[in-house]
C-alpha cells in the first residue's frame, strides 16, 4: 500500500472514532486530501480535513484538527508524530524506518512500479495530432503527438483502458484543392505553363508528388479532365502524404491504434442520418434554406450551421457525426487534443455531447499551444524545403526523438513553449533531458563497475537498509515512493507535463547525493545498502522515461 493511502486510512480511523465517541456529529466522512508541505519542518504531509469539517459541525477548525490526532492509535508504525498547526492543518511525520522499508515495494514491483487502478478498467479514447493530410507534421502538431501519447501511457498506467486514435479528415474543399495544387504541379513537370492560384499549397512536398506521379504514370494524367484528374491527384496525394505522416510519428515513437476515416462517415450516410436524429428531438431546424444546431440551448453565442443551404455539409457536421461514433463505441471519456486555436470550438462539441444524453463531462479538451522554435535564446524562423512551417520531421533529425519528446513536455499543453534547438543537442548538464538520462547512465555504470570488483547487486533483504540514514538518501527515497501518487495525479489532472517535472528533481536528487558520497567503499555493509538504493532509483528514471517515450540509456 502506497504512503498517502495508508496515512488517508489512519485519518478515516481516527475520524470514525471521533463520531463513535461523539465529539464529531457528522453522519458521512468527506474525501481526505493530503499535499505535501512547500518546507519540510512542516512534516511530510499535511491534511485540512479540520477546516472542511468546521463549518458542518460547528466547531472551531483546530479542536477538530487536535481530537483527530488524539484519535490516531498508537500503534501505526508508520507516524513519528502529528502536529496540529496554523487555523487548524493535521501536519504528519512520516517515520524514516517507514520510508527506508518501502522501498521493497519498488523491488518487487520493477517496471510495473507507479502502476495503479485509479482509472478501474474506465474506457477511455484519447484523439490526437488529427493533422489534415494536406502536408507533412509541424512542430505544433509534434507537440501535440507528445502530449496526446503520453497522456494516453499515463492512463493506461493508471488502469484505464485506452484507445489512441488518428481522425483523418480525408473530404472536403482542402482535399480538392489539394488535388488541384498536385495536378497544376503535374502538369507544369511537362514544361507547360500554368497559372498556380495562391489558395494552393505552395510547398516543396507538392512538387515532390508530382514527380513521384510522374515517374510512376508518365503522361496517363496530363489530359485527363478537371474533374477526373482533381478525383485522382487528391486520393494519390492525400495517401503519399498520410504515409509520410505515418512514417515521422514512428520515428517519433508515437503508434496509434486506430486511423478513423472521415470519408466513412460519408460513404455510411452518417451526416444525414445525425442530422435527421437531431432534427426529430429538436436540437436541429432548418432556416433560410439550411440545418441549424441549437447550440445557444447549451451556452453559445449563437446556434451554428450543420447543412448548408447548397446541400453541402459543414466541417461541423462531420464533427457532431464523429463524435457521435464515439460515444457508440461506450468510451466513458472522450478526450480530444487540439491547437490553442480551437477554443472557441469546445462549446459546441460539449452541446453535440449532451444533444446525444450524455453528461458535457464525457468530453475533455486539451488545447495545445503554439511552439516558439529558437537557436541559442534567439526566436528563428527556420528556412524549411516548404518554405511554409518547421517541418517535425526537420526538429526530430537535428535534435533527436528523446530531446524532442522530453522538450515539447516541458511545459503544461496550455502554455507557449520556447524550443531552443542548440539547447536540445547539447551533451551537457544544461540540457535537461541528456541530465535525465545520464543520471540513468551513471548508475548503470556504478553496477557495471561494482559488477567488476565482484560486488553482489543485493535484494532487499540482504541489506542494512537502516544505514541510509543521510539527509539527501531520505530525500531520494522519499521521491522515489512519491512516483505512484504523480502517476495517478497526472492521470487525474491530465497533465502529462508532471512526468519531465519530476524526472527533473529526482535526478538533480541523485546527482547532488552521488557527488558528494562514495556508492562503492571500503565499508561493505554501506556499500551493499547503497547500490540497492541506486539501484531502485535507476527502477524510477526507467519507468518514468518510459512512460514519456524516451529512451533509458545504459550508457553515455
Known amino acids: 500500500m502506497g504512503t498517502k493511502k495508508a496515512l488517508t486510512g489512519i485519518i478515516k480511523d481516527a475520524l470514525s472514532s471521533c463520531i463513535q465517541k461523539g465529539v464529531l456529529s457528522v453522519n458521512e466522512i468527506p474525501a481526505v486530501e493530503l499535499d505535501t508541505p512547500r518546507f519540510q519542518q512542516h512534516g511530510d504531509f499535511s491534511c485540512n480535513i479540520a477546516m472542511i469539517l468546521a463549518s458542518k459541525e460547528k466547531k472551531p477548525p483546530q479542536f477538530i484538527a487536535k481530537s483527530i ?3 490516531i492509535e498508537d500503534n501505526y508504525r508508520i507516524l513519528a508524530k502529528v502536529e496540529v498547526a496554523g487555523p487548524g492543518f493535521l501536519n504528519f511525520f512520516i517515520t524514516d524506518d517507514y520510508w527506508r522499508n518501502s522501498l521493497k515495494d519498488i523491488e518487487e514491483l520493477n517496471g510495473s512500479y507507479g502502476k495503479g487502478n485509479i482509472g478501474a478498467g474506465k474506457e477511455v479514447q484519447v484523439e490526437f495530432v488529427s493533422a489534415n493530410p494536406t502536408g507533412p507534421l509541424h512542430i505544433g502538431h509534434g507537440r501535440g503527438a507528445a502530449v496526446g501519447d503520453t497522456l494516453a501511457n499515463i492512463l493506461k498506467a493508471a488502469g ?3 484507445v489512441k486514435e488518428y481522425y483523418i479528415n480525408d473530404v472536403g474543399n482542402q482535399m480538392e484543392t489539394l488535388g488541384r495544387s498536385v495536378s497544376l504541379r503535374y502538369i507544369e513537370l511537362f514544361g507547360r505553363e500554368i497559372d498556380f492560384p495562391k489558395e494552393c499549397y505552395q510547398g516543396e512536398y507538392i512538387k515532390d508528388i508530382a514527380r513521384d506521379i510522374k515517374a510512376k504514370y508518365k503522361d496517363r494524367y496530363l489530359d485527363g479532365s478537371d474533374g477526373e484528374a ?17 512514417e515521422d510519428l514512428r520515428d517519433f515513437n508515437v503508434e496509434f491504434d486506430e486511423w478513423f476515416s472521415e470519408k466513412t462517415l460519408i460513404e455510411k450516410d452518417k451526416i444525414s442520418e445525425i442530422t435527421s436524429e437531431l432534427e426529430d428531438k429538436g436540437y436541429i431546424y432548418q432556416k433560410d434554406g439550411a440545418f441549424w444546431f441549437k447550440t445557444t440551448k447549451f451556452g453559445d453565442e449563437k446556434d451554428r450551421v450543420v ?7 459543414t466541417y461541423f457536421a462531420s464533427d457532431i457525426a464523429y463524435h457521435k461514433d464515439k460515444l457508440e ?23 453535440v455531447i449532451q444533444a446525444f444524453g450524455k453528461k458535457k463531462e464525457v468530453l475533455e479538451v486539451l488545447l495545445v499551444q503554439l511552439v516558439n522554435l529558437m537557436r541559442d535564446g534567439k526566436s528563428i524562423a527556420m528556412s524549411t524545403r516548404s518554405g511554409e512551417f518547421v517541418a517535425l520531421k526537420e526538429v526530430i533529425q537535428e535534435v533527436g526523438k528523446d530531446a524532442a519528446r522530453y522538450f515539447f513536455l516541458m511545459r503544461s499543453s496550455d502554455s507557449p513553449l520556447d524550443f531552443d534547438l542548440e539547447l536540445a543537442k547539447k551533451q551537457s548538464n544544461e540540457n535537461p533531458v541528456y541530465y535525465v538520462q545520464y543520471a540513468h547512465a551513471r548508475i548503470c555504470s556504478i553496477l557495471r563497475l561494482a559488477k567488476q570488483r565482484e560486488l553482489h547487486i543485493p535484494r532487499f533483504e540482504e541489506v542494512k537498509i537502516d544505514l541510509l540514514n543521510l539527509p539527501e538518501e531520505m530525500i531520494l527515497i522519499k521521491q522515489l515512493l512519491k512516483y505512484p501518487d504523480l502517476i495517478e495525479r497526472s492521470a487525474l489532472s491530465l497533465e502529462p507535463h508532471r512526468i519531465t517535472g519530476y524526472l527533473n528533481e529526482l535526478a538533480g536528487d541523485f546527482h547532488s547525493y552521488y557527488n558528494k558520497n562514495r556508492v562503492i567503499s571500503n565499508d561493505s555493509n554501506l556499500t551493499m545498502s547503497r547500490l540497492f538504493l541506486v539501484k531502485m532509483i535507476r527502477v524510477v528514471l526507467k519507468n518514468a522515461l518510459r512512460l514519456i517515450g524516451v529512451d533509458a540509456p545504459e550508457r553515455m
Open 69 to 71: 490526532a488524539e484519535n
Open 160 to 162: 484505464y483502458n485506452v
Open 230 to 246: 482533381t478525383s485522382f491527384f487528391s486520393v494519390y496525394a492525400a495517401d503519399y502524404i498520410l504515409e509520410g505522416i505515418r
Open 307 to 313: 447543412i448548408r443551404a447548397n446541400g453541402q455539409p
Open 329 to 351: 463505441r461506450k468510451f466513458d471519456m472522450i478526450i480530444n487534443i487540439w491547437g490553442a486555436d480551437h477554443h472557441g470550438y469546445i462549446l459546441r462539441m460539449e452541446s
